[in-house]
């Protein structure tokens, strides 16, 4: 199962071998992480928080876009930030020898 999906994601992410996606340089690998993880993260506690605080789904569709852009950038430089001092206590805390 797990391998099924692994291969259905590589399949969409690549498109076969002769469309290959052009990767970005190394040097742009945690600003890439931040973006994405900040963008599903966002959304996704804006919505919740928005959902719970909302009386309708009319109003709640109309505050969840507003609320997202705000929590975007907070959770993005969030990330940027704090995450290499969370990288390493949690280098800290666990051991490199299985």
């Known amino acids: 199962m797990a391998q099924l999906a692994a291969s259905s994601m590589k399949q969409m992410l690549y498109l076969g071998s002769a469309n290959k996606m052009k990767k970005l340089p190394k040097q742009y690998k945690m600003v890439i992480f931040a973006f994405l993880m900040s963008f599903n993260t966002a959304l996704i506690v804006s919505g919740v928080i928005t959902f719970i605080n909302t009386p309708s789904i009319k ?3 109309d505050k969840w876009p507003s609320n997202f852009i705000l929590g975007w950038p907070l959770v993005f ?3 940027i ?3 290499p001092l969370v990288n390493k206590l949690v280098s800290l805390l666990v051991t490199d020898t299985p």
């Open 81 to 83: 930030f704090i995450g």
């Open 77 to 79: 430089l969030s990330i």
């Open 59 to 61: 109003i709640f569709l």
